[in-house]
């Protein structure tokens, strides 16, 4: 029986919804192994609206599973629908939307709640001794979600490549150990179950990043 693999989207674009190459390169890597995948999105308002011209917040207001939907090419599913029996395993592309939609990240850093949809799915899949992808910031679930935990968004010391790095730190802080990786590594916490990769945390070239996340999601099925 062909495995199936549950991909959580959370809107559509890098700066308030799912990163859009991420989630591409997902699907891509996922197809390439042969392997079914079910894009999942929650049906909630995006924390909200950035015009990705400018950089900047704007006056409407959009859905995260209809703007996910731009994505999946018309193929998502309300994330209460997510069953943990039906897959092998769950992946989440990065994007802002993972600190934004599916988590209070953006606002509070290691203080922050996830949305309860999410926390379910992915205690959910790590009770059931199932493996759990992330990439770029969207580690930081886990991080908050799964005490002890280790994962990797890159580098701990910022600079021009990596601008981030003060997510690292965050994470420790959350009493999980951060593991520094290049963007074509990932990491893999085998007692959680977890593989991580940095993805755009990092300032590197696409193709770099695609094959970053394609050893993430091979990384990911090696374990289910």
Excluded at 30 to 45: C, H, I, N, T, W
Excluded at 50 to 67: A, I, K, M, W
Excluded at 194 to 218: Q, R, W, Y
Aim: hydrophobic residues 40%; aromatic residues 6%.
């Amino acid at each position: 029986m062909t495995k199936q693999v549950a991909v959580i989207l959370c809107g559509c674009g890098v700066y308030d919804g799912s990163e859009v190459h991420e989630a591409s390169a997902v699907f891509v890597h996922l197809s390439r192994a042969g392997v079914q995948y079910v894009a999942f999105a929650p049906d909630m308002e995006q924390m909200h609206v950035v015009d990705h011209v400018r950089g900047q917040p704007c006056e409407e207001t959009r859905n995260v599973l209809t703007e996910s939907a731009r994505i999946a090419r018309g193929k998502v599913t309300d994330l209460k629908e997510l069953k943990v029996s039906d897959f092998a395993a769950i992946i989440f592309p990065g994007g802002f939307g993972v600190a934004k939609n599916l988590s209070t990240w953006a606002i509070d850093g290691k203080d922050c709640s996830v949305i309860k949809p999410i926390e379910d799915a992915i205690k959910g899949f790590h009770h059931a001794k199932k493996p759990i992808g992330l990439c770029c910031i969207s580690p930081v679930l886990a991080a908050k979600i799964l005490p002890g935990c280790e994962v990797t968004v890159g580098s701990d010391t910022e600079c021009e490549k990596w601008p981030h790095a003060g997510t690292a730190g965050a994470i420790e802080q959350l009493g999980c150990k951060h593991v520094n990786k290049q963007v074509n590594e990932v990491h893999i916490d085998a007692k959680h179950k977890l593989v991580t990769t940095c993805a755009f945390m990092s300032n590197s070239p696409l193709h770099e990043i695609f094959d970053g996340i394609g050893k993430m999601v091979e990384a990911v099925l090696k374990l289910s």
